[in-house]
């Protein structure tokens, strides 16, 4: 080999006619052209060896042609993303899976990623039939009456009890069918993890399957490419309340609470900052317990319950014990660990009928803490939907906090939310873009 002679890999190489005299020479660069552009989409390194003057003009190139193909790479891969968004797009928006005419999009509206009351009432008076109406969104669940949907927009969702978990009414049933509202999609697929608000789905790609399944009616089986397609579309920047969320997705820096402008807002932030509660401060922190981390949507470390730390995603605040929703109550029975079994009334014990679990808050008549991120456009909340507004959200919380203080007991100061504070944390809420 001569002393010009050179290893060029294919991917540092972009060809030009101009260095090719001979007509071999040029019939080469084409079949090289081809085998470079298949290796180089397969990601296969290959490497050609010449040699003479014909190698050397050859590697001369590969600094400028390493740039060239570096850039038509990237070009490919953001058109394969787009592809794949795009279609994603069209699965989540249009495709009904041979169902009863819903799609994602049905019940996940762009705006708030869910359904509310007046989004149904609006959608009902265009057209009583509208896919909404239908199956578990219907009062009877087979398509009769729209009354649930109107009032509260809630669907009926089986849920699959645990092995240690009957119905008292029903001890063979393995399901129960219980009211809930429809989770948003605003935030969610980037950023969280838990999915549903029992946490019974571990993927996007499984939750897609089921909603297909189970809300859709679908009767065709979607492809795990199909799944996989709406889970890369649910990750696109429509489903972001804003751009520094979305900046939490990828770069990983959370988004800083929010100053506040005026004097309510910033009264406000003092019930979301982490800091210890006990003698002496009754109200700061209050709400930051539940709802701290980046996505505001977990126990800080003064918690003082199960899980005792930072991290819990399952709480209860009283929501299905309250019932303000009026939804029927069901008896289940647990069978305990150490063999004797309890029976709990309610009309959804949430998060205990997958753990099998009534011994801690995080379990019995638990449910997912959700992010605040957007919160003042994802109504209606809670997990029945009882709350229609921001308000109603704190006057809850008023209630909770009155019932589970009890200073003669722990020592710890009374929380009482006045409406001043009720407010307060309002004004707060909405900051929470």
């Known amino acids: 080999m001569t002393a010009d002679a050179r290893d060029v890999t294919l991917s540092e190489v972009m060809f030009d006619r101009t260095e090719f005299r001979s007509e071999d020479q040029m019939k080469m660069q084409f ?14 390194p290959v490497t050609l060896v010449m040699g003479g003057s014909f190698g050397a003009r050859l590697a001369a190139q590969a600094g400028e042609g390493a740039r060239q193909v570096e850039t038509a790479r990237h070009d490919d891969d953001d058109r ?4 794949r968004r795009d279609e994603g797009r069209h699965l989540f928006e249009k495709e009904k899976f041979g169902g009863n005419g819903r ?22 008076a265009r057209n009583p ?25 809630t669907v009926l969702v089986r849920v699959p009890l645990a092995a240690n978990v009957s119905l008292v009414a029903d001890p063979s049933a393995r399901s129960v069918v219980v009211r809930r509202g429809i989770p948003s999609t605003i935030n969610t697929p980037s950023l969280d993890p ?8 571990g993927s996007l790609e499984a939750q897609a399957r089921g909603a297909i399944a189970d809300h859709s009616q679908g009767t065709e ?4 490419k199909q799944l996989e397609q709406i889970a890369v579309f649910e990750r696109t920047e429509p489903f972001f309340s804003s751009n520094a969320v979305e900046s939490l997705a990828f770069t990983g820096r959370a988004p800083g609470l929010p100053r506040g402008r005026t004097a309510s807002e910033k009264r406000g932030r003092r019930f979301f900052e982490d800091v210890p509660l006990g003698p002496g401060n009754s109200k700061e922190g209050t709400c930051a317990v539940c709802h701290s981390g ?6 800080n470390q003064f918690f003082p319950a199960p899980p005792f730390g930072r991290g819990g995603r399952f709480q209860t605040i009283l929501v299905s014990e309250l019932n303000q929703a009026g939804n ?6 647990f069978k305990n660990t150490d063999g004797s079994t309890t029976v709990v009334s309610s009309p959804d014990p949430g998060r205990a009928l997958i753990t099998g679990s009534v011994s801690s808050p995080d379990s019995l008549n638990a449910f997912k803490i959700p992010t605040l991120w957007g919160v003042a456009n994802t109504a209606p909340y809670f997990h029945d939907n009882s709350a229609k507004t921001l308000e109603a959200v704190v006057r809850h919380y008023k209630t909770f906090f009155e019932i589970i203080s009890n200073p003669g007991a722990d020592g710890d100061p009374t929380i009482e939310l006045t409406d001043e504070d009720q407010a307060d944390i309002v004004a707060y809420l909405k900051l929470l873009k």
């Open 103 to 124: 799609t994602c999009l049905t019940c996940h509206t762009r705006e708030t990623g869910t359904i509310s009351p007046a989004e149904a009432q609006e959608l009902f």
């Open 80 to 83: 394969y993303r787009d592809s």
């Open 294 to 299: 980046p996505m505001m949507n977990e126990t």
């Open 31 to 44: 079949r090289l052209r081809t085998l470079a552009h298949r290796a180089l989409a397969f990601g296969i």
């Open 328 to 333: 029927p109550v069901i008896d289940f029975l």
């Open 129 to 153: 039939n509208h896919p909404l109406f239908r199956g578990d969104g219907s009062d009877d669940g087979v398509g009769g009456g729209a009354q649930r949907m109107l009032t509260d927009a």
């Open 221 to 224: 089986v979607p492809t795990a």
């Open 194 to 201: 838990i999915l549903m608000v029992d946490g019974r789905f």
